[in-house]
């Protein structure tokens, strides 16, 4: 059991560094927002680019957020592949998982497959977290429109 808990660990450190990490980065983007704001309307035209909705971003966050569909959408192209990376490691996880139980454990030998079935379950229950909590942080950051679009502009409000 002691050598599942440094999983664990990992997991949850995961987590906490999504939910920190977002800290100053919405410091900065409330900072460029406030920039936009003050700009001449001739520095930064972001209507000619194409703005983005706060509404549609928030549902893609709502119903599809664990594969980052909210994020493709606002250009955040970073967030989206990280986020589909999460949502991917438990399937690739399984499978591993499935294949070492197949070659590796016999019938006889049940305490090698309870071992690799709890881990699995400890590794998806992390993986779990992070995923939930990702979701909160983005509802929270497209409800609020405190998230920048991929080309430093603000989304429309219209929520």
Known sequence: MTTYVPVVIAGCLVALFICLDALP????NDLHVKAL???????INCSAIGQKSQRTAFLLSFFLSSVGAANFYIGRNDLGGAQIAVFLAPTILCCAMCCVVCICCREEESGGRMILTLSHRLI???????????????LVYFGTNKRLDGNGCPLIANL
């Open 25 to 28: 980065l919405e410091t900065r």
């Open 37 to 43: 704001r003050q700009a001449p309307k001739s520095a």
């Open 124 to 138: 998806g229950a992390a993986i779990s977290l992070t995923i939930t909590a990702w979701w909160i942080a983005d």
